[in-house]
């Protein structure tokens, strides 16, 4: 009971490797995504810890201890790590998180796979994650935990542990009441959420829309609704909001509700930039391009990033300009995060079956127009690619954020290249200058590609200053200054604060 900061995340925040038969603690491969960004806060507090979940029968490492110190460059900070079955990895994991929440969070209906969820084991492995964090927490700590698989942590910490500040981030969308409430654990899950002080999502539309839900089943006050402010108010974007509300009571509890945007690492992005190496890498993948365009996209292999979409518009593109055959490629990177799961198998499968189609039915000896990647690229090639560019092509059909997008506007410090973003990922409210797209329609897609592909370099440099300075200005520090100041921030009214 020690740590003035608890991070309760499901990942391992470094990879255990194995080295003459003894496992060490490395530092993650990738220096982007979001455990790196998480690790950062440990510098911001006297003393961290970090929960996350562990195979319990890992036969590299079987009498594992469950609690370690880890030394690394973000300082000195414990790891509870919590031992899950394989049935309980999934249950917890493959089956309630990503199989039920995952696609109502994305609003697909139709995908959603109510009848395996076990609850109970649900409930049990949230429990062990607050018991863990209770057990790491000084007194009046921040606890902060991350996303709908701890959905309710929260509500068994305040139980434990009514003394510590908790916050929760939502990584994902948050739909709005009428598909929320599909889930039938909903008053349960909105009951935890209601305990915390801070809730955080990323934009305006998802906080008003986990209102909406709370208001639907509970009696939920809204206490204040602020205007949006400027930087996330793009306009005309399918997901904007003109006001958000920002503090809600329940029960006699006062919590308040961020819309904070996660950015990207603009300096370490800048300075991979800036590396000779880089330099070298994009002139060979220009060379090879030769008077070709390419148009790159990335995403993990997963029906929300909205591939198959993707590559069926690239299809028409080629059979409606037959200009660009020979002119134009698609790099589409497309990494599976989930193996074994049925869902991603399926994608993976009908992406490999329609790259190979377009190739089949257009491409020659000399030019192949679509490379489909399917193996983890390394981050320091990716930025190589988003250098090289003509056109980022990013087309979920739902998305919390995107960091993808963002990390393409860090790369361009050459001010040029232009970022097609689908109005349904939560950057297309920071980003004015995109050229937005309607993935769930071909007219939409079909004219977006087409128009980024014609468009003079007047205006690509203008989009892309634009869309820069919004992607510097709100980078991860500044969402990691959000943070603080939601964490600092004292909401509780005085009588809840004397009472706890
Ligand atoms: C969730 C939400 C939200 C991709 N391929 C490779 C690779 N990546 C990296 C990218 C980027 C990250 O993975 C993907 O970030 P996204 O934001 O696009 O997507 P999710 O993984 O779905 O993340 C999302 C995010 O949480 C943060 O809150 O934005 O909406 O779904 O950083 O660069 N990295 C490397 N090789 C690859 O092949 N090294």
Redesign the pocket.
């Known amino acids: 009971m020690s740590s003035n900061l608890v991070i309760v995340y499901h990942r391992q925040p470094y990879e255990e490797v194995e080295v003459d038969g003894k496992i060490e603690y490395h530092e993650n ?2 220096p ?3 455990v790196p960004t998480l690790k950062s806060f440990f510098g911001r507090f006297e003393k961290g810890a970090w929960v996350a979940w562990k195979h319990a029968e890992d036969p590299a490492n079987p009498d594992f201890e469950r609690v370690i110190e880890i030394d690394d460059h973000y300082g000195k900070y414990t790891v509870s790590r919590l031992p899950l079955t394989p049935e309980q990895v999934t249950s917890f994991y493959h089956v309630s998180s990503k199989e039920a929440f995952w696609p109502i969070l994305h609003g697909f209906k139709e995908r959603y796979n109510y009848d395996p969820v076990d609850w109970p084991t649900f409930r049990e492995v949230n429990w062990a994650f607050a018991e863990a964090a209770a057990a790491e927490a000084a007194e009046g700590a921040v606890v902060w935990v991350h ?1 709908y698989n701890l959905w309710l942590v929260p509500g068994y910490l305040r139980t434990l542990r009514p003394d510590v500040k908790i916050s929760f ?1 939502h ?3 948050f739909p709005n009441a009428d598909i929320f409430n599909v889930l039938p654990w909903r008053k349960e899950i909105l009951e935890s959420l209601l305990c915390c002080d801070v809730v955080g999502f ?1 934009i305006p539309r998802y906080v008003n829309n986990f209102v909406s839900a709370a208001r639907s089943l509970l009696e939920v006050d809204t206490i204040k609704r602020e205007k949006v402010k400027p930087e996330m108010k793009a306009e005309t974007t399918a997901l904007s909001e003109q006001s958000v509300v920002t503090e809600l009571e329940y029960e006699g509890r006062r919590l308040r509700l961020q819309a904070s945007p ?1 950015g ?1 690492d603009v300096e370490y992005i800048e300075s991979v930039v800036a590396r000779p190496e880089t330099a070298l890498r994009v002139e060979k993948i220009r060379e090879e391009l030769g008077e070709g365009r390419l148009i790159l996209s ?3 292999t ?1 029906y ?2 909205g591939g198959i979409e993707q590559l069926q518009s690239f299809e028409r593109l080629l059979e409606s300009r037959p200009d660009l055959r020979g002119k134009v490629r698609l790099m589409h ?3 599976a ?1 989930n193996a074994n799961m049925t869902a991603y198998e399926e994608i993976q499968h009908d992406l490999e079956q329609l790259a190979g189609q377009i190739n089949g039915r257009y491409g020659s000896f000399e030019w192949q127009p679509v490379a489909l ?1 399917s ?5 320091t ?2 930025v190589a690619y988003y250098r090289a560019a003509d056109v980022a092509w ?1 087309t ?1 059909l739902a ?7 963002k ?1 393409f506007c860090a790369a361009r410090t050459d001010e040029d290249g232009v970022l097609v973003l689908s109005e349904f ?3 297309a409210v920071e980003l004015g200058a995109i050229v937005p797209t309607n993935p769930f329609s071909h007219k939409s897609m079909d004219s977006a590609i087409q128009y980024a592909l014609d468009m003079p370099a007047d205006d690509r440099r203008g989009r892309m200053r634009a869309n820069r300075a919004m992607v510097v200005k709100q980078d991860i520090r500044f969402w990691a200054e959000d943070q603080m100041q939601a964490f600092n921030d004292d909401v509780l009214p005085d009588e809840q604060a004397q009472d706890t």
């Not at 193996?375 to 981050?379: E, G, L, M, S």
């Not at 998305?399 to 997008?405: A, E, P, Q, S, Y």
């Open positions: 491969k990738s982007n995504g979001i996303d981030f990584h994902t969308p990323h996660v990207v990335v995403g993990r997963d929300t990033k990177v497309s990494v995060a990647i193996r983890p690229v390394a981050f090639d990716l990013i979920p998305d919390g954020m995107n960091l993808v997008c990390e990922a939560g950057a």
